[in-house]
């Protein structure tokens, strides 16, 4: 058994024997059940799931059956919703004053933080898999509602592509939200990005030019149409360095720091 112990409890308590590490795949599996167990996350898991398929459902009666039509429609819901999925998953804990009882568990915090940010990543992944399987299924039966050939264009270049946008968008969510601790603030941050930098870029050439390599939804289209040049490439290492990389660094420093009351 480890010589490590626990720190005296406020009541006197004698010091406690501290066991094995926790595994990183506990920990893992530990911040992926929080994803549904709260009612905040399940009741945004449900609406997630359940737009992403009206959305495709309504777009194939609406247009016919177009597999990539349906599937960047899903892209909607998807880029809206999955940025809150990351932002709750790393303020949860301060914002429910259970950090203190997860530091204690596991003094290590960065293990902590990164187990924190693969479960959304993954749920932007298989949230991807979903609109797909949706897209593929409403296509077919649209198609033989109406009798009229389906038109499968999704390449697997595109939905790659496309799936990689939904994953940077939950990395964005996952960064503001340590980055400023607090999910009000984060989800209004996030969401008005795009209507920012939108004014933003009818500010003239400057304006334009600056919100070509900082607006992270303009910067990743390329990457979700599969027609990504070198130039593209770079603004997008730009945008996600401005965006992503950054935030997430001050906010892991932040975490690291913050007293846990």
Do not use: Q, Y
Not at 175 to 196: D, E, K
Not at 211 to 222: F, I
């Amino acid at each position: 058994m480890s010589d490590h112990v626990v720190p005296v409890t406020e009541d006197g308590g004698a010091p406690v024997p501290m066991g094995e590490p926790t595994p990183f795949r506990r920990l893992v599996a530990v911040e992926a059940r929080k994803l549904v167990d709260t009612r905040s996350g399940l009741i945004l898991t449900a609406v997630l799931v359940g737009l992403t398929v009206a959305s495709v459902v309504a777009r194939g009666v609406v247009v016919g059956p177009r597999a990539l039509t349906a599937l960047g429609t899903a892209g909607i819901a998807l880029g809206t919703l999955l940025p809150v999925l990351g932002i709750l998953t790393v303020t949860a804990e301060w914002s429910h004053r259970t950090a203190l009882t997860t530091f204690a568990l596991e003094p290590r915090r960065m293990r902590v933080l990164a187990a924190k940010c693969l479960p959304p990543l993954i749920a932007a992944v298989a949230a991807s898999l979903l609109a797909l399987l949706a897209a593929v299924l409403v296509t077919a039966v649209v198609a033989e509602v109406r009798h009229v050939p389906a038109t499968w264009d999704v390449s697997p270049l595109v939905l790659l592509g496309w799936t990689g946008v939904n994953v940077l968008v939950v990395a964005e969510g996952l960064a503001l939200g340590m980055l400023l601790m607090n999910a009000p603030a984060a989800i209004v941050v996030c969401l008005a990005g795009p209507l920012m930098w939108g004014v933003v870029a009818r500010l003239g050439a400057a304006g334009e030019a600056l919100a070509g390599w900082l607006d992270l939804n303009t910067t990743a289209a390329p990457l979700a149409s599969a027609d990504m040049t070198g130039g593209d490439l770079a603004r997008l290492v730009v945008s996600v360095a401005f965006w992503i990389a950054a935030p997430m660094a001050a906010g892991l420093a932040r975490a690291v720091r913050r007293e846990v009351t």
